[in-house]
C-alpha cells in the first residue's frame, strides 16, 4: 500500500539496492557471489528470507545460497530440485513482468514435488495484498537478462518485511535486481573459468618444464650416445645438439659437432646404409669417423620429434657404441671361415671364394662367319654372342627362367638367371687351351699337398708338425700376390687361387712356391724338411667348385706320381 512517506522508502531502497548490486560484482569467487546475491535481497528488497537455486550442467537446479534463517539453510542448502519441477513452477500463477507469483490458493499443488523448500506457519491474510505464509515469488535469472535467454537460476523471496504484497516498485526492483545478478553471476562464472584455465595452464607449463628438465638431464646424462638433427630443409640432417657421451666416443668437441651431419662423419662405405634409413624408428650399424681419422662402430637408432601443429621437426638419434660387438662378430666370422692353426682361409671359404667367380654357363666357341651373317639377316637359331664368346639366347633365357621360377634372381652364386645367360655384368672365367701357353688369361688353381709331412709328424710329434704346417702356409702367403688367396684344405693340401695367369705364368709359379717350401724349417733347434707337389688346374664357367678343385687334386697327384723320389724327400 503506497503511503505519502513512499518517495523517501524508494530513495533508501535505492541506496541499499546501489550497495548489493556493488557487493555482488566485488565478490571473489562464484560462491561469494551467490552468496551476496542472497543476502542483498534480505538486506536491500525488504524480505526476510531469499535463496538462489543454480542451474547445474545436467539442467537441474541445486540451492547454492540461503539467507534469513540459519535453521532453513542447513535444511536445503545443496538440495536440487529437476528442472521439469521448476518449469512447471515458473509458468504457474501471476506473471509479474519476468517475475513469478504463485498465490497460496495455487501453490497447494506444488507441496508433494521434489524443490527443496521451506513451510513457515502464520494467520490467513486479513486484507487483500496481505502475504500468506504459503505465498511463492520467483525471480528467474536468464544470461540475456530477458526471458528469451538461459535460464541462469532463480532467486525465491519470502515474507516481505511490510507483511504486504510487493507493489509495483518492490517488483521492479526485484526484477532489476534479478537482471544484475544474472550478470554478477556470469562474470562470476567466466572469472572462475578463466582462474581454473590459468590454473591448468600454469600447471601444464610446469609439467613442460619438468618434462623438458627430464629430457634436458636424460639427453646430456645418457650413458651412450644421443643427438638431435634437423629434418627437412637446406639443413637435413645437420646435428643441433649432441650430448657429452656422443662427443667422447668421437674425440670432438660439442662445438664443433654442431657444423657436421650424420653423412660427413659416416664411413664412405656405410653412406648407402645411412641413406636407407628411414627417419622414423630407422636403424643401422654403421663406422661413424672419430677425431683422429680412426672409425667407430656404431648402432643408430632414429625418432621423430614432431609438433602437433607444424609436424615434423626434429630427429632425435641414440648412437650405441658397438665396437666391442663387432670385434668379436668379426672374430667369430674369421674363426668360421679360417684355419685356427695357420689363419688362412679355410675350405669353406674357399669354396666360397671360388663360386662367387663362376656362372653356370659355359664357355661357347666364337661364332663363325656363317652364324655372324645368320645373325645379321635375322636367324637367331644359331643364338648371338657376347664379348666374351659367350652365346645368349634371349627366348631361350626367359623360357629357362620361367621354368625354374628365376625371372628375378637366380639361386646360383652368380646371382641370376641372367648371370647365368651372360646378359649382365658377370666376367666370365676363360681357361686357356691345351698344353701350351696360347696367351689366355685365366683364373689359375693350384693344389699343394706336402711330401714327407706324415714322417714328421710320426718322428717328431704333432707340436713340430704343426709348426711346419704354420712356416708352410706364411712361405705360401709372402711368394704370391696381394689379390691371390691361399687356402688350407686341410692336413697338409694348400690351395692358391690366382687370377689373371696365362699357363707358363701359373707353371712359373708353381715352381717358385715349390722352391719356397723346400729350404729347412727349424722347429726347436731342429731343421726339418718337406717337399711339394703342385697340381694346376684351371677354372672356367659352367664348371663347380668342388670339379675345379677336383680338377686340380688329379692333376696334382699326376705330378707327384711323374717326380723322382729325391724331390719327395723329407729329413
Given at each position: ?9 524508494r ?8 550497495q548489493?548490486?556493488a557487493?555482488m ?6 560462491a561469494d ?20 537455486n ?7 537446479l541445486?540451492?547454492a ?6 535453521s ?14 521448476w ?7 501471476e ?18 514435488d ?7 506457519d502464520?494467520?490467513?491474510p486479513?486484507?487483500?495484498?496481505e502475504?500468506?505464509?504459503?505465498d511463492r515469488?520467483?525471480?528467474p535469472m536468464?544470461?540475456?537478462g ?7 537460476g ?27 545478478a544474472?550478470?554478477?553471476?556470469s ?8 582462474q581454473r584455465a ?10 613442460l618444464?619438468a618434462?623438458?628438465?627430464s629430457f ?17 630443409g637446406?639443413?637435413h ?8 657421451a ?12 654442431r ?6 662423419l ?13 627417419a ?7 663406422r661413424?669417423g ?5 672409425y ?15 609436424g ?13 660387438r ?12 679360417h684355419?685356427?692353426l ?9 669354396r666360397?671364394?671360388?663360386?662367387a667367380?663362376?656362372c ?5 666357341p ?8 645368320d645373325?645379321a639377316?635375322?636367324?637367331?637359331t644359331g ?11 634371349f ?7 620361367a621354368a ?10 652368380s646371382?641370376g ?18 698344353e701350351?701357353?696360347?696367351?689366355t ?9 706336402l711330401?714327407?709331412?706324415?714322417s ?8 713340430t ?7 708352410v ?8 700376390r696381394?689379390?691371390d688367396?691361399v687356402?688350407?684344405l ?9 687370377d689373371g ?9 708353381a ?7 723346400i729350404?729347412p ?9 718337406v717337399?711339394?707337389?703342385?697340381g694346376?688346374?684351371w ?27 729325391q ?5
Open positions: 500500500m503506497e503511503t505519502e512517506s513512499e518517495p523517501y522508502v530513495l533508501a531502497t535505492l541506496r541499499q539496492l546501489h548489493v548490486m557487493d560484482n566485488t565478490a571473489r569467487s562464484l557471489t551467490l552468496q551476496t546475491v542472497s543476502d542483498g535481497v534480505v538486506n536491500g528488497l525488504g524480505f526476510e528470507l531469499a535463496c538462489v543454480l542451474v547445474r550442467p545436467d539442467g537441474d541445486v540451492v545460497a540461503f539467507s534469513g534463517d540459519s532453513a539453510e542447513a535444511l536445503i542448502t545443496g538440495r536440487v530440485g529437476s528442472r521439469a519441477s518449469d512447471r513452477r515458473l509458468s504457474m500463477g506473471a509479474w513482468g519476468d517475475l513469478r507469483f504463485i498465490p497460496h490458493t495455487e501453490g497447494w499443488v506444488l507441496d508433494e521434489d524443490v527443496p523448500q521451506w513451510f513457515t502464520g494467520p490467513p486479513r486484507f487483500e495484498d502475504w500468506h505464509p504459503a515469488l520467483f525471480a536468464y544470461a540475456t530477458g526471458s528469451g535467454g538461459e535460464l541462469l532463480v532467486i525465491s523471496a519470502d515474507r516481505p518485511r511490510n507483511g504486504r504484497r510487493p507493489g509495483a516498485w518492490g517488483r521492479e526492483a526485484l526484477q532489476m535486481y534479478a537482471f544484475q544474472a550478470i554478477a553471476i562474470n562470476a562464472r567466466l572469472r572462475a573459468n578463466m590459468l590454473v591448468r595452464l600454469e600447471r601444464e607449463q610446469q609439467a618444464r618434462s623438458e628438465e634436458r638431464q636424460a639427453f646430456e646424462y645418457a650413458p651412450s650416445g644421443m643427438a638431435i638433427a634437423e629434418m627437412g637446406d639443413q640432417g645437420r646435428l643441433l645438439r649432441t650430448n657429452d656422443l662427443c667422447r666416443l668421437l674425440s670432438r668437441p660439442a662445438s664443433a659437432m657444423r657436421y651431419s650424420f653423412s660427413d659416416v664411413h664412405p662405405e656405410d653412406i648407402g646404409t645411412l641413406l636407407r634409413t628411414s622414423e624408428g630407422g636403424r643401422a650399424e654403421l661413424l672419430r677425431r683422429d681419422g680412426t667407430v662402430w656404431v648402432s643408430l637408432r632414429n625418432s621423430v620429434v614432431a609438433d602437433a601443429a607444424d615434423p621437426r626434429f630427429l632425435l638419434t641414440h648412437v650405441e657404441d658397438i665396437e666391442e663387432k670385434r668379436r662378430e668379426l672374430h667369430l666370422a674369421h674363426r668360421a671361415s684355419d685356427s695357420t689363419g688362412l682361409p679355410n675350405s669353406a671359404e674357399l666360397s671364394r671360388l663360386s667367380r663362376l653356370r654357363r659355359p664357355q661357347l666364337e661364332p663363325s662367319a656363317v652364324d655372324s651373317l645373325a639377316y635375322g636367324d637367331r643364338g648371338t654372342y657376347d664379348t666374351n664368346g659367350h652365346g645368349f639366347d627366348a631361350g633365357a626367359a623360357a629357362a627362367a625354374t621360377g628365376q625371372q628375378n634372381g637366380g639361386s646360383g652364386p646371382g638367371i641372367y648371370d647365368d645367360y651372360g646378359f649382365d655384368h658377370h666376367v666370365h672365367i676363360v681357361a686357356p687351351e691345351g701350351t701357353d696360347d696367351g688369361k685365366g683364373l689359375a688353381v693350384l693344389f699343394c699337398d711330401d714327407g709331412f706324415k714328421i709328424n710320426d718322428r717328431f710329434g704333432h707340436h708338425g704343426d709348426a711346419v704346417l704354420i712356416e702356409a706364411r712361405r705360401l702367403t709372402s711368394g704370391v696381394d689379390g688367396t687356402a688350407r686341410g692336413g697338409d693340401e694348400f690351395v692358391v687361387l690366382a695367369l696365362g699357363r707358363a705364368d701359373a707353371e712359373d709359379l715352381v717358385r712356391l715349390r722352391n719356397a717350401i729350404p724349417i727349424r722347429v726347436d733347434g731342429r731343421a726339418v724338411r717337399g711339394a707337389s703342385f694346376i688346374g677354372a672356367h664357367c659352367g664348371m663347380t667348385a668342388d670339379e675345379v678343385l677336383k680338377s686340380a687334386d688329379q692333376r696334382m697327384y699326376i705330378e707327384k706320381r711323374s717326380r723322382a723320389k724331390h719327395r724327400r723329407a729329413g
